[in-house]
């Protein structure tokens, strides 16, 4: 029940940890192996003989997505700044706002179909059909590679329509133009993007997990070069205006962001061949079963098209306030992937630990373990985040000016992302705790619930961002948006948990409520300390450079993480030692 500007990760399997520059779902498999560092009964998961070597073989698919999801998130994340260090906010806001557009078309065409059906579907033909499900592979992926085709053309002709629709907020021509521009060049990622999200389908189904947690650092290293052609032939964009973009610059920009998507795609071909999956034209729609395939995909187009249409929204809303020297898209966006990594490497940890358990606990009936499993997930979770919470909180202005200021970014583009991101600490506990609740309806195969509940929690997000954008100064327009997305978030949170406790009974409740209050305590103990140290410290609230912001990052990240520890052993949180335990053994794998 995700909102802010994101791409879907795709094509992983079923209880893995899928990530790319963008959210982390986990579908439910029973079949998956657990993760061994949370306090559990030695139970092996469903599906799988622990004699055999089946849970060391998942741990170590496990570690080596885990790897790959941290290096492709760090290289991400250095792609995503150096994009504003080159283009600066206002070009970089055309540039993203053109970016966006073939992720939320994609996520309509395949997206969540892909993970929630199209990957369940071809495990189940793997296992039923004598040919391990080869030619209803094939004949799925040339059907899926004729749809894309068809409706990448069809968007990337309507490119000047699209664009006016969502940038019609902006008060300039030249700004709209300028997307539209970007958008003819960038809109084909759209084919690219599904093809190599149907290629990692086909390897996750055959136990090939490497190469496609691996090929989005291609992607992202594609991007990185561009940003470094762009410097080396025209210089960053600073103090360029949308008009002062040439055909060259243009062009470069957005073929190399194409490339990127190319070269990933590409990139998984020589994986396909080692796994002896061969593919040939075979044109037979109607074996496919593609009515019994779109109901399946129905409440998920449900879901993730309501998630589009607050993405679409909040797009429109910063368009109006691009430009003009305050944080908008690009600033926003940025912000939210912070919010996304720190949900992607504790959240999904403890999520893919969880689920598989709460899986086969759910297929048996036993709720009361189900309840056990969420909430422990939800102690362990609010434990380890509370940290970096406070350290976005607290240090938001200058782990934004370390990051990000450079180039055409300056520091007061830096200073308005801090702020955005200082709102964005609000967002990062509700966030993973409604992940959590979803997961938890995976588990029980309930689907539909999430897509009814997502769309009040939407609703409310939408209501919030048309509130905040109405009430607030435009300065503030993304920090009001990322507050609309932390309100969804909790609403969600609330909503889940009440559906929850009459679907599975007690949850632990009160349990759950004593320990998150102790680490509450313990963060705003930890909060206290960083303000007092960053306040006696060189350009205190407002660092001028990364010499001023990096001390801080450093003093203060010290003090919060020593007091946050310190008054959580004082308060017994047991949850703290328990993460801690996981960490270290995820670096010993």
Not at 303 to 314: D, E, K, M, P, S
Not at 412 to 426: C, H, I, P, S
Request: charged share 15%; net charge positive; hydrophobic share 55%.
């Amino acid at each position: 029940m995700n909102g802010g500007l994101y791409r879907s990760a795709h094509a992983a399997r079923d209880g893995e940890p899928r990530a790319e520059s963008g959210v982390t779902l986990i579908s439910v498999d029973p079949h998956s192996g657990g993760d061994e560092s949370l306090p559990q009964e030695d139970v092996p998961p469903v599906g799988v003989d622990a004699s055999d070597g089946g849970t060391a073989r998942t741990a170590g698919n496990s570690a080596i997505m885990a790897a790959g999801s941290l290096v492709s998130r760090v290289i991400g994340f250095v792609r995503n700044a150096l994009i504003g260090m080159t283009l600066g906010a206002g070009i970089g806001d055309a540039y993203t706002s053109a970016q966006f557009l073939p992720g939320q078309i994609y996520e309509l065409l395949l997206g969540g179909i892909l993970s929630s059906v199209l990957i369940p579907l071809l495990v189940r033909r793997r296992t039923a059909d004598p040919d391990g499900g080869l030619e209803f592979t094939r004949k799925l992926l040339t059907f899926a590679v004729v749809s894309l085709g068809v409706a990448t053309l069809l968007v990337v002709a309507a490119a000047p329509l699209i664009t006016a629709v969502q940038s019609s907020g902006a008060t300039s021509k030249p700004y709209r133009d300028l997307v539209t521009h970007i958008a003819y060049l960038i809109l084909p990622i759209i084919f690219f993007t599904g093809v190599s999200g149907l290629i990692g389908a086909v390897l996750n189904v055959r136990g090939h997990f490497a190469a496609p947690m691996w090929a989005p650092i291609l992607n992202n290293l594609v991007v990185i070069a561009t940003c470094g052609v762009f410097i080396v032939v025209f210089g960053t964009a600073k103090g360029l205006r949308p008009e002062d973009m040439t055909g060259g610059r243009v062009a470069l920009i957005g073929l190399g962001t194409l490339l990127g998507m190319v070269v990933q795609a590409l990139g998984l071909l020589p994986a396909l061949r080692s796994v002896g999956f061969s593919w040939k034209w075979r044109w037979d729609p109607r074996s496919l079963g593609l009515r019994e395939i779109g109901k399946l995909a129905g409440w998920m187009l449900c879901y993730v098209a309501a998630n589009q249409v607050a993405v679409f929204i909040v797009v429109r809303i910063l368009t109006r306030v691009a430009g003009k020297g305050s944080a908008s898209v690009l600033a926003f966006n940025n912000v939210f992937l912070l919010t996304m990594m720190a949900h992607g490497i504790v959240g999904v940890s403890v999520m893919t630990a969880l689920l598989p358990r709460m899986s086969a606990a759910a297929a048996e009936g036993r709720y009361t373990d189900v309840s056990a499993d969420l909430s422990r997930g939800i102690r362990l979770t609010a434990a380890a985040l509370a940290p970096i919470a406070v350290m976005y909180g607290v240090l938001g202005v200058p782990i934004a000016v370390t990051l990000f200021q450079g180039g055409a970014y300056g520091n007061d583009a830096a200073l308005a992302t801090g702020a955005v991101l200082v709102v964005a600490a609000f967002a990062v506990l509700p966030l993973s705790i409604s992940y959590l609740c979803t997961y938890a309806f995976f588990s029980l195969q309930e689907n539909r619930t999430v897509a009814l509940i997502n769309l009040p929690v939407v609703a409310v997000r939408i209501g919030a961002y048309f509130a905040l954008a109405a009430t607030l100064d435009k300065t503030l327009s993304a920090a009001g948006m990322t507050a609309g997305n932390a309100l969804s978030y909790l609403v969600s949170a609330i909503i889940s948990l009440s559906v929850l406790r009459r679907r599975i009974g007690r949850l632990n409740l009160g349990v759950v409520a004593l320990a998150v209050g102790k680490v509450l305590a313990a963060a705003a103990v930890a909060a206290a300390l960083g303000l007092l140290v960053v306040r006696m410290l060189p350009g205190a609230g407002a660092p001028d450079g990364r010499g001023e912001a990096l001390l801080q990052v450093l003093a203060g990240g010290t003090t919060i993480l020593m007091a946050y520890l310190g008054t959580a052993a004082v308060l017994r949180v047991q949850e703290v030692n328990q993460v801690a335990g996981m960490i270290r053994r995820k670096l010993r794998r």
